[in-house]
């Protein structure tokens, strides 16, 4: 049985003042906290690329984790959509050469955001399964700092950095045990890459995640045979306090199962998910737990874990 046995992160050190940064778009404190969710958001250091983060968090999961030795890697997979440098070669590679991981190793990037922590646990299990392999790390790393217009205030003020890394193996605590997935690329526009800078269609992402997701989330309890009472936690991407809360509102009775935190990093992409399980998941009494990614592609993907 393949699933996760550990997860580990890195937030870099570098972080912009959220509520400074808002009082230039004439919005002040009140408006950060209840619509955005955290007053500072994290940056890379000028020095770092992607694959840096990747690495910082891959040594801090090896840290943690004594029995996971390097050589026995055997799988590094990396969900960015902000590769190194302009994207060529994949990032995976380059951070398996500077981790000095063993070159009989398969590298491969998964080219997806919001969505695509939930992707990457299951292309990593199947993966796995099919090649017969006993370890492999999953990594989430998308620094949008290499693509904000720090004069758009519909995007400057939501994202941060972070990079996470999950262990899966045999013996894992926790197993996807159903998922389900989908994409509308009619609204590819409203999260888009132009001339270099991102550009985000706010109203548009807001409603689609708040009238999406719950669907979406139940489709999957149906696949497992469970409903939203037999689920301890909710975690859901963190795309903005305004998001989370809309999804916890109409999950009425069970809205208080939905964690929220931002970590003072900000909207950390692929990275929200795998943080909020690494915090508050991984060592809790939790026996079942629903994830939802959403955001560009437009792209959806929800699971459910169950712990082993």
């Known amino acids: 049985m393949i699933g996760i046995k550990s997860i580990a992160s890195y937030i870099p050190p570098g972080r912009i003042d959220n509520v400074a940064q808002a009082a230039e778009f004439e919005r002040d404190a009140a408006f950060v906290d209840a619509k955005l969710g955290t007053r500072t958001l ?10 840096d983060l990747c690495v910082q968090a891959v040594q801090h999961l090896l840290a943690k984790n004594p029995a996971l030795k390097p050589e026995a890697i055997e ?7 902000n590769g190194d440098a302009e994207g060529l070669p994949h990032t995976s590679a380059i951070a398996q050469d500077k981790l000095g991981l063993p070159k009989q190793i398969a590298c491969f990037d998964v080219g997806l955001g919001c969505s695509g922590y939930v992707y990457g646990l299951a292309i990593a299990q199947g993966f796995m399964q099919a090649a017969g392999l006993r370890n492999a790390v999953l990594v989430t790393a998308d620094p949008y700092s290499k693509i904000m217009d720090r004069s758009d205030r519909l995007t400057t003020l939501l994202f941060g950095d972070a990079a996470t890394a999950t262990w899966l193996g045999q ?8 998922s389900s997935y989908g994409t509308d690329g009619a609204g590819a526009e409203y999260l888009v890459t132009k001339d270099g800078h991102f550009h985000m ?12 997701i719950i669907p979406h989330m139940q489709e ?34 069970h809205g208080d199962k939905v964690l929220k935190d931002m970590f003072g990093a900000g909207n950390t992409v ?19 737990v629903l994830m939802s990614g959403f955001g560009v592609g437009l792209s959806w993907a929800s699971g459910l874990l169950s712990r082993v």
Do not use: M
């Not at 013996?171 to 159903?178: D, F």
């Not at 269609?201 to 999406?212: D, E, H, M, P, Y």
């Open 75 to 81: 799988a590094l997979i990396v969900v960015t959509q």
């Open 201 to 212: 269609n706010g109203r548009q992402v807001f409603n689609f995640a708040s009238l999406k």
């Open 42 to 51: 994290s940056v890379k250091s000028d020095a770092e690329e992607t694959s």
């Open 220 to 253: 999957v309890l149906a696949k497992a045979g469970v409903d939203f009472a037999e689920v301890d936690a909710i975690c859901l991407h963190q795309g903005s306090a305004a998001i989370v809360d809309a999804i916890a509102k109409r999950l009425g009775e």
């Open 171 to 178: 013996q894992p605590q926790w197993v996807l045990t159903a």
């Open 270 to 288: 692929s990275s929200s998910i795998p943080l909020l399980l690494e915090h508050y998941v991984l060592d809790s009494d939790y026996q079942q």
